[in-house]
């Protein structure tokens, strides 16, 4: 006997079945240990070497010694931002080493404790009671210290702490952005230096703010506003010092 089939209703559109092996969500948590460093060794490239060479210049100084101060300015900002992150995110990882090595020690000598424990966080997070000891029992038995390290320490390989590469992506995109206001120097007039300069370095931290927004998945307007917003009173409390002490000079 053969089976009827039933046209589809076009007043009840069918469901569409979810493609296998297809995965429609984007996630961006993978991206925030290279990210946050990117955009902080880029940012500061870029404010912190405009800055400086609005300052002298604004001081009246020649225009050999601006440009001076500003390669001066990237090559110790660059150095600077790779030993601040390496030496930042190495306390950072120092510390996941030693909480990993004291819940080893504490699964050795306590496993039962552990596993109570681990269920008494599934069951805070909604699970009853049995199913919360059945989920931890199954996952103490595949991997005891990834779970209490994901579950209870909050450590996951996503967010683990790499030194090696904060410290050179932000010593990277330092001398990326400081190299833009430094350009702008070398190829504006020495009476619009200072405009140029401020015009130019203003314009790529917006864009900056906005593609470094885009790539973590948050708001693009808000990520341009604030840091040309805080690049903007970074060179104007430069400019303002240069011109004081051109003055008193």
Not at 93 to 115: C, G, P, S, V
Request: aromatic share 4%; glycine share 10%; hydrophobic share 50%.
């Amino acid at each position: 006997m053969g089976i009827a089939l039933r046209a589809p209703d076009p007043g009840h559109p069918q469901k569409k079945e979810p493609m296998a092996g297809k995965h429609p969500e984007r996630h961006f948590a993978h991206r925030i240990g290279w990210l946050r460093a990117a955009v902080l060794g880029a940012n500061d490239g870029i404010v912190s070497t405009a800055s400086l060479l609005v300052g002298v210049a604004a001081a009246e100084a020649a225009r050999a010694d601006v440009l001076l101060a500003g390669v001066a300015g990237l090559a110790a900002g660059a150095m600077s931002m790779a030993a601040g992150e390496y030496v930042s995110v190495s306390s950072q990882a120092d510390t996941e080493k030693a909480d990993l090595a004291r819940e080893r020690r504490e699964l050795d000598e306590n496993h039962e404790y552990e596993r109570q424990e681990l269920a008494g966080i599934y069951v805070r997070r909604g699970l009853d009671a049995p199913l919360a000891q059945q989920v931890a029992d199954q996952l103490m038995a595949h991997d005891a210290l990834g779970a209490h390290a994901r579950d209870e320490l909050g450590l996951t390989e996503t967010h683990s702490a790499r030194p090696l590469q904060a410290a050179a992506a932000s010593a990277a995109t330092f001398s990326v952005g400081a190299a833009l206001p430094l350009l702008m120097a070398m190829l504006s007039p020495s009476d619009l230096m200072i405009a140029s300069v401020a015009a130019g370095s203003l314009v790529c931290l917006s864009l900056l703010g906005t593609l470094a927004a885009r790539a973590g998945g948050a708001g693009m307007a808000a990520g341009a506003a604030r840091v040309t917003l805080w690049g903007a009173l970074a060179m104007a409390a430069t400019a303002g010092v240069g011109m004081l002490f051109g003055t008193v000079s």
